[in-house]
C-alpha cells in the first residue's frame, strides 16, 4: 500500500468536520483539516449562533411595552443596529477562535484553505501542496440558494449577507416560507421593520404539523408581519436605494432590502468529486452515503448538510462523531435519525419532536389528539394579544406518545427535554401520571385528559 501522509483528511471546518477530526485525533489518528472560509462552518460563522443571538435582541422591544402592565414605566428606547452587529461578530471571532484551538489541542492541524480531490486518495490544497489521506471526510456543508433566475436577482441578499447590513431596513421584503424565513421575519419585525413574507405554497413552514403552520402565521400576523401565500418574487427593480419586488399575482411590494431564503443546496461544486469517484444523489443533489455515512467510494466519507438529509447542526455533529468511532475507534455506529427535535426561532417560538398529526394518520390506523390553545400567564398583565398552542399525537392502540407540538416562549427548551421521553417511547399514561408544575405552560402537557379528535382508519374490504 502506497505511504500516506495522514490517515484523515477532512474537508470543511464546520460542525461536522471539527466534531469528527477531534474524535479521530482522540483514537491516535493523524488528522488534517481544510477549511477555506472561518472556522465553525454555516451554524457558528453564519447560521443558528449569530442568528440566535439577533433573535434574542429583537424580544427587548416587546419586552419593554409588556413592562407597563407589570408597574414598570420605561423611558423612550433606542435602538443602536451597528452596535449590536458589532457586538454579535466579537462574539463569532471568539467562537472561530475556540473551534481552531480546540482542534489543534486534540491533535489535529488545520490548514485555512480550499482543498480538492486529485484522485481518491489525494487531496490538492490551494497552496499548491497534495496531500494523501488513507480516509477523506466531506463535511462541506450547504449554502443558500435562490432558486430560478429571475431580472434583478442581483439585487437580492441570502441569509449569509442578512448578517453584515450595515442599517437595520426600514421594509424588508424576505421570499421563502422555511425556518430561516420566518425566523429573519420575526428578528427584523422585532426590531421595528416592515415586514412581507411571499410565499408560494399554500401556508408556511411546509412539513411541520398543520396546526403549528396556521398558529404561527396566525401570531406572526397579530404582530404586524405580512404574510402572502401562493405567489413568488417574478423580478426586482431597484430604485436608488429601495426596490420594488414584482410578484407573480401581479401585485409589487416596496422595500429598503430584499431577502430570500427558499432553501440550500449541497456544497459540491468543484470539489473534484468526479475525479474520486464519489457518486451524488440523485434524488437530492447531495453526496450519496449509506447508513454509516460511506460514500460508494469505501474510505471516502461524508457528514451533514453535504448529503442533504436532516440538514441541523446537531445531526452533523452526532453523525461526525459516528463516522470517526466506526473508522478509527473500531465501533461501528449507525445514526438513528428518527425523532430528531427541531425548533423554529420565529415569535412565537416552535419546538417539535415525533410525528405530525398527518404522517401519524399515515402510518397508524388508531390515533388520538391531544391539543390545546390558551393565553399565557404572563399576558393576563401585558396585555398581549398571544396564545400557546401545545399538541401531542398518541398511537390509540398501544397509548405511545408519537409526536409534539409546541408554540409559545420556550417552546425549544420543552422539546429538547420531550425529545428523551419521545425517543423512550412514553404512554400517554406516562404523560397523565406525572404531577404538574404550576404554575407553567408546561403543565397542560401532563393535563391534557380529553381527546380533542379520534382518528379510525377503516380497514380496507
Known amino acids: 500500500m502506497a505511504d500516506f501522509d495522514v490517515d484523515l483528511f477532512v474537508i470543511g471546518g464546520g460542525s461536522g468536520g471539527v466534531r469528527a477530526g477531534r474524535i479521530a485525533a482522540g483514537y491516535g489518528a493523524r488528522v488534517m483539516i481544510a477549511e477555506e472560509y472561518r472556522m465553525g462552518g454555516t451554524c457558528v460563522i453564519r447560521g443558528c449562533v449569530p442568528k440566535k443571538l439577533l433573535v434574542y435582541g429583537s424580544h427587548i422591544r ?45 491533535g489535529a492541524r488545520v490548514v485555512k484553505t ?57 421594509r424588508i421584503a424576505i421570499q421563502g416560507g422555511g425556518y430561516i424565513a420566518l425566523e429573519f421575519a420575526c428578528i427584523f419585525a422585532g426590531f421595528g421593520s416592515d415586514v412581507t413574507v411571499i410565499y408560494r405554497g399554500d401556508n408556511i413552514l411546509r412539513g411541520f404539523d398543520d396546526d403549528v403552520r396556521a398558529h ?82 469505501p474510505h471516502i466519507y461524508a457528514v451533514g448538510d ?37 425548533a423554529v426561532f420565529s415569535q412565537p417560538e416552535v419546538g417539535t419532536v415525533g410525528l405530525t398529526e398527518g404522517q401519524a394518520l399515515a402510518q397508524f390506523t388508531n390515533v388520538d389528539i391531544y391539543k390545546t390553545s390558551f393565553r399565557p400567564m404572563k399576558a393576563t398583565l401585558s396585555g398581549r394579544d398571544t396564545r400557546i398552542l401545545m399538541k401531542l399525537v398518541v398511537d390509540a392502540t398501544t397509548d405511545r406518545v408519537l409526536g409534539c407540538h409546541i408554540v409559545g416562549d420556550g417552546a425549544a427548551e420543552m422539546v429538547q427535554v420531550l425529545g428523551i421521553a419521545i425517543r423512550m417511547k412514553a404512554k400517554k399514561a406516562d404523560f397523565d401520571a406525572t404531577m404538574a408544575l404550576h404554575p407553567t405552560a408546561a403543565e397542560e402537557l401532563v393535563t391534557m385528559r380529553t381527546p380533542a379528535a379520534r382518528h379510525v382508519r377503516e380497514a380496507a374490504e
Open 62 to 106: 416587546r419586552d419593554i411595552e409588556d413592562a407597563a402592565g407589570f408597574g414598570w414605566s420605561i423611558p423612550s428606547a433606542t435602538f443602536d443596529w451597528p452596535r449590536l452587529i458589532a457586538n454579535k461578530d466579537k462574539e463569532i471571532a471568539r467562537l472561530e477562535a475556540a473551534y481552531t484551538s480546540n482542534v489543534e489541542k486534540a
Open 114 to 170: 480550499r482543498a480538492v480531490f486529485e484522485d481518491p486518495h489525494t487531496l490538492r490544497l490551494a497552496t499548491g501542496e497534495a496531500i494523501r489521506s488513507k480516509h477523506v471526510l466531506i463535511a462541506t456543508g450547504g449554502a443558500p440558494n435562490h432558486g430560478r433566475v429571475i431580472p434583478g436577482i442581483e439585487h437580492v441578499i441570502s441569509s449569509n449577507e442578512v448578517f453584515h447590513l450595515k442599517q437595520l431596513p426600514k
Open 216 to 297: 404561527v402565521r396566525a401570531e406572526m400576523e397579530k404582530e404586524g408581519i405580512t404574510v402572502l401565500t401562493g405567489c413568488t418574487v417574478d423580478k426586482v427593480d431597484r430604485h436608488g436605494d429601495e426596490f420594488t419586488s414584482h410578484l407573480s399575482n401581479g401585485s409589487s411590494v416596496a422595500s429598503d432590502q430584499v431577502l430570500f431564503a427558499i432553501g440550500r443546496h449541497p456544497n459540491v461544486a468543484n470539489l473534484g468529486l468526479e475525479k474520486a469517484g464519489v457518486a451524488i444523489n440523485p434524488e437530492n443533489g447531495g453526496i450519496a452515503v449509506n447508513g454509516f455515512s460511506q460514500t460508494n467510494v
Open 306 to 342: 453535504v448529503t442533504h438529509r436532516f440538514n441541523l447542526t446537531p445531526v452533523a455533529i452526532r453523525e461526525a462523531h459516528a463516522f470517526a468511532d466506526t473508522v478509527f475507534g473500531n465501533k461501528p455506529t449507525r445514526v438513528d435519525h428518527a425523532d430528531i427535535p427541531t
